[in-house]
């Protein structure tokens, strides 16, 4: 089982950067397909994006894709957000989550998230 822990979460001006990083425990992090999502207020969570097991394969929602960017080191057992070019309604709580496969639904495993909050 994963244990993902986020971190890397702040306050940025609209078009700034940020860098999540998630450090997962577990013997299976290796095998695991690892999400990143996020939940503004009043709003239900939301994929953001996917990693395959070796890193080779990705997959991003269209709001964040040519802005987002997952990437993985498996020595490390961590997965990490580059998010560029900010926007306000980026705001939200993002969270990974780890799956064994690439359906949205079989993401478990979740960690605390780490607050991301972007100014006009």
């Known amino acids: 089982q994963v244990q993902p822990v986020e971190s890397g979460g702040g306050f940025v001006q609209a078009g700034g950067s940020l860098r999540l990083s998630c450090v997962a425990s577990?013997?299976?992090?290796?095998?695991?397909?690892m999400g990143w999502f996020r939940q503004a207020p009043g709003k239900e969570r939301e994929f953001v994006g996917a990693i395959s097991p070796s890193g080779r394969r990705t997959n991003y929602a269209d709001s964040v894709k040519g802005r987002f960017t997952i990437s993985r080191d498996n020595t490390k057992t961590t997965v990490y957000l580059q998010m560029n070019s900010l926007k306000p309604e980026d705001t939200a709580v993002y969270y990974c989550?780890?799956?064994?496969?690439?359906?949205?639904?079989?993401?478990?495993?979740w960690g605390q998230g780490t607050q991301v909050t972007v100014s006009s």
């Open positions: 577990g013997r299976t992090f290796s095998s695991s397909v």
């Open positions: 989550a780890a799956s064994s496969t690439w359906s949205i639904t079989d993401f478990h495993s």
